[in-house]
């Protein structure tokens, strides 16, 4: 005969705490697992648009920086010269 913990007779409150930790929580209500079920769409949605956004920010980036390297650099400014005025 093996011992089976669920078959103690509950003495205390706490071995009864004790033992409602092994307990099958009660799954959550329709309600409710629709309720989780339309937050996490609307979380997905969100992240889709956000995505989206994003690689549109990023593919403008690209295409800026593709067109300042197809300009070449900016033109190096002149060195003055001293000028020496001997008199």
Do not use: C, H
């Not at 009864?16 to 609307?42: C, G, H, T, Y």
Request: zero cysteines; hydrophobic letters at 40%; a positive charge.
């Amino acid at each position: 005969m093996s011992f089976d913990p669920k078959n103690v007779p509950l003495r205390n409150s706490a071995s009864r705490k004790a033992m409602d930790q092994f307990a099958v929580p009660n799954r959550p209500s329709a309600a409710i697992q629709r309720e989780l079920r339309l937050e996490r769409e609307a979380v997905d949605a969100k992240t889709a648009k956000l995505r989206a956004l994003r690689l549109a920010r990023d593919e403008k980036a690209l295409e800026a920086a593709a067109l300042a390297a197809a300009k070449g650099p900016p033109p190096k400014p002149k060195k003055l010269r001293k000028t020496i005025i001997t008199g």
